[in-house]
């Protein structure tokens, strides 16, 4: 069974129907890397960044490992036309088109690398969730008004989250379900409410399951979920945004919204009285815009340090923390980890993955052209918060390299050589 910990689908994506930016790591630690230019394959252990295949034509935007790693599934974005899925055979260097859908949140290998589960957006806050068979092309209905987000169990089950009704404005009560993709036999686990930022990730053996739910006060809680026993266990109450067990299933990496005591935690004096971090606007009459402006002294703390950091437009900063399997002995990690693409509806969802049982990899933003234009940076770090580094320069390197021949999405041939500007 392929690594557990990197399943974990944002129902963001539901509505507008892209993937989100998820890496999927193999047994052997290769991060496969979806970019404009093609699929990477990063290996860890060297550091050494190579390209797989590069399609024809439209964007790479998605790549997952098969389980018995001979293949790569890609999913790639025709501007206008839909998303294709095309299945490439590492041994033989073909490809193969599995299909071209109007949209894709999701798309996932069943654990015999046989079939492909995909999520298709109907229009609605819900997902067809389908199976492909790799060998006749036969599409089989699975479930219907499902959040993206599933997880493929040993012996051909998958978990998923099934829309009941909505309870609040993005936010759905339904349930936790195992669906048996051989007999179509459903087997309801745990009612509870998840919204857009919903999360799932099932422990290495198979046995539990991670999930966000959305509460109304005090906020996103992080539930563990034995499936056999059909318990649930509140493990954090609040400020979670998506959590991944580590291969090992010892360890929880999970991604929290930053406060303002996080934000002024380890900087200096100088930086303190040079920036004060943003805050949420208050109601009216509580602090005038002059007020607002004054740094705070050396020595003083914001006011509302609880109180989330807000950057305009965009989503709360998060942090990177890893815990126990019980959510417990929480260690910081990361800060300022990018969590979405950019601002507004277009945004997409960013998570990170869990390269072994001590690393992590995860996403920041960096400045790259004034202050409006941003970039995301690939950084690795230890679970204990040790060796934080970018890998983002090798990953930049190989994709201005000189490109290796691609394959033709419908046809697995080598295109013809691109002819340069006159």
């Known amino acids: 069974m392929k690594r557990a910990g990197l399943a974990a689908i944002a129902a963001l994506v539901l509505g507008a129907g892209c993937f989100p930016v998820l890496l999927d790591v193999d047994k052997q630690g290769r991060v496969l890397i979806a970019r404009q230019e093609g699929v990477f394959s990063f290996d860890a252990k060297t550091e050494r960044c190579q390209l797989l295949c590069k399609p024809s034509k439209g964007t790479s935007a998605w790549a997952r490992w098969s389980p018995d790693g001979k293949m790569v599934l890609v999913g790639i974005i025709h501007e206008g036309e ?8 590492i041994a033989t260097k073909q490809s193969k088109s599995v299909g071209t859908f109007r949209n894709i949140s999701c798309a996932l290998w069943s654990p015999e690398s046989r079939a492909i589960s995909v999520a298709e957006p109907r229009g609605d806050a819900a997902c067809d969730l389908d ?39 993005n936010a759905y009560y339904g349930e936790l ?10 087997q309801l686990i745990e009612s509870m409410i998840c919204d857009r930022y919903a999360s799932v990730d099932v422990s290495p053996d198979g046995a539990s399951a991670l999930l966000i739910e959305w509460t109304d006060k005090p906020g996103y809680k992080l539930s563990l979920v034995d499936m056999k026993a059909r318990k649930k266990t509140i493990l ?13 299933g ?28 943003p805050r949420r606007p208050g ?19 914001p006011k509302e340090d609880s109180e989330e ?18 959510g417990k002995n929480e260690q910081l990690v990361a800060s300022n980890v990018a969590i979405e693409t950019e601002a507004g509806s277009s945004a997409r969802p960013i998570y990170p993955a869990w390269l072994d049982v001590n690393t992590i990899l995860y996403f920041e933003k960096t400045r790259v052209y004034g202050v409006a234009g941003t970039s995301l940076r690939l950084m690795r770090v230890g679970a204990d918060g040790t060796g934080r580094r970018s890998l983002q320069h090798i990953i930049d390197a190989a ?23 006159k």
Request: no cysteine.
């Open 250 to 277: 010892k360890k929880i990496a999970i991604v929290k919204g930053m406060t303002r005591d996080d934000w002024w935690a380890g900087r200096s004096d100088q930086e303190r009285n040079r920036q004060r971090p």
């Open 283 to 301: 109601p009216p009459g509580q602090t005038t815009p002059e007020q607002e402006a004054q740094p705070p002294k050396p020595d003083e703390k």
């Open 131 to 169: 199976l492909v068979n790799l060998a006749t092309g036969e599409r089989k209905g699975m479930l219907s008004k499902a959040l993206p987000m599933h997880k493929w169990l040993p012996g051909g089950k998958v978990v998923a989250f099934t829309i009941q009704q909505e309870r609040e404005e």
């Open 236 to 248: 954090l109450t609040e400020g979670v945004m998506n959590a991944f067990w580590s291969p090992d």
């Open 309 to 326: 950091l807000v950057m305009p437009g965009e989503m709360p900063p998060a942090k990177l923390v890893v815990t126990d399997r019980e």
């Open 399 to 421: 994709a201005a390299g000189k490109p290796l021949p691609g394959l033709t999405p419908k046809t697995g041939t080598t295109p013809p050589t691109p002819v340069p500007p």
């Open 177 to 186: 379900v195992v669906y048996n993709a051989a007999n179509g036999d459903l």
């Open 82 to 89: 839909g998303t294709e899925l095309l299945v490439y055979n």
